[in-house]
């Protein structure tokens, strides 16, 4: 089980999360009928390299993966998938970034950055709900994930959903939720106990983004002395009635 991060560690966390580029995070949405990648923190949807989107998996109502395509665009990336899908999942590996004395963050390790004072890998992922009853299938693939334990499409807006949240399978303590990560991007829904369990509101009846992060320490790497971790749960808070 991994474990909270020290005070000291907290605080580098909101050095290191605070250039564009790694505090960003990462989510879906449905737009004049394709399924975006949105790169961005908060409400801005910024450019980004489609190149960095390392996976993007597509599964039935029943589990069942569906082919996806990814388009990348010269500003951002498009999923395709060959049949319209229940479930969605995306990956984006941010790659290495390293801090110079003078506060500037270079999309590189800290080998050739001379006299970087900070270094880590950023990653992202995004699990996105679009059908009510629809069955998680291993979620692996997302090396961090916010697993709801009930359908979070049959809870409805302003009531608790319970979620567990893990890194590589294991439940992670003291993460802090972000309830409404679309709208209100530095305000603390909730918080993680002993084993990676938490409660957060449903904010929305549209468009929930709930979102969280953390770094862990890496060891004997001439590249990078963390990784840096975000990811998302979307889901509609209440279905569309005509």
């Given at each position: ?19 564009d ?24 949807d910024?450019a ?105 499409m ?88 005509e």
């Amino acid at each position: 089980m991994y474990r909270t991060l020290s005070a000291l560690s907290f605080s580098l966390l909101g050095l290191l999360f605070a250039s564009d580029a790694i505090a960003h995070g990462l989510w879906t949405e449905e737009r004049r009928g394709n399924i975006e990648v949105i790169y961005g923190h908060g409400a801005e949807d910024n450019a980004f390299k489609a190149s960095k989107i390392s996976g993007a998996w597509a599964y039935s109502a029943s589990g069942k993966m569906i082919p996806v395509t990814v388009e990348r665009l010269s500003d951002h990336a498009r999923l395709q998938p060959l049949s319209q899908p229940a479930v969605m999942a995306v990956a984006l590996d941010n790659g290495m970034w390293s801090q110079t004395a003078d506060k500037q963050w270079i999309n590189q390790g800290r080998s050739k950055v001379p006299g970087a004072i900070a270094s880590l890998q950023t990653f992202k992922y995004s699990l996105a709900i679009y059908q009510e009853g629809a069955t998680l299938s291993k979620l692996d693939r997302l090396r961090m994930v916010i697993v709801p334990q009930v359908d979070p499409m049959t809870v409805g807006p302003y009531k608790p959903l319970p979620v567990i949240v893990t890194l590589d399978g294991k439940p992670l303590v003291g993460i802090k939720l972000l309830g409404d990560y679309r709208n209100a991007p530095n305000e603390i829904s909730a918080e993680t106990d002993e084993k990676g369990r938490a409660q957060v509101i449903i904010r929305n009846p549209g468009l929930n983004v709930i979102a969280a992060q953390t770094v862990v320490p890496v060891a004997n790497n001439p590249d990078i002395t963390e990784q840096g971790f975000f990811t998302s749960l979307t889901f509609v808070g209440e279905a569309h009635h005509e």
